[in-house]
Nanobody, 116 residues
Framework: QVQLVESGGGLVQAGGSLRLSCAASGSTFSINAMGWYRQAPGKQRQLVATITSGGSTTYADSVKGRFTISRDSAKNTVYLQMNSLKPEDTAVYFC??????????WGQGTQVTVSS
């Protein structure tokens, strides 16, 4: 079992930056991939970025060049550095962990609001 705790959300102006953190605890040795998803009001949850245990990363086209996903294995923490934020980035951002390439765990979500 994995527990995920997110932090770092907030209110910023367009063009600003935020760094989201997701701390994992529990059976972290079994995590093969982690990622960030976001969900805006009235819309489906969508992938933002993922990172595997091997370090491979994937980004949604809408955030490429602006967002960077990284991890600190010693702290069992994954980060999402968000630069050049746009109002359309406004959403609740959820941390996601995958164990054994099968079991999925979600964090509680953290609100990111970008004002124009």
């Amino acid at each position: 079992q994995v527990q995920l705790v997110e932090s770092g959300g907030g209110l910023v102006q367009a063009g600003g930056s935020l760094r989201l953190s997701c701390a994992a605890s529990g059976s972290t040795f079994s995590i093969n991939a982690m990622g960030w998803y976001r969900q805006a009001p009235g819309k489906q949850r969508q992938l933002v970025a993922t990172i595997t245990s091997g370090g491979s990363t994937t980004y949604a086209d809408s955030v490429k060049g602006r967002f960077t996903i990284s991890r600190d294995s010693a702290k069992n923490t994954v980060y999402l550095q968000m630069n050049s934020l746009k109002p359309e980035d406004t959403a609740v951002y959820f941390c996601r962990a995958e164990r054994y390439s099968l079991y999925v765990h979600w964090g509680q979500g953290t609100q990111v609001t970008v004002s124009s």
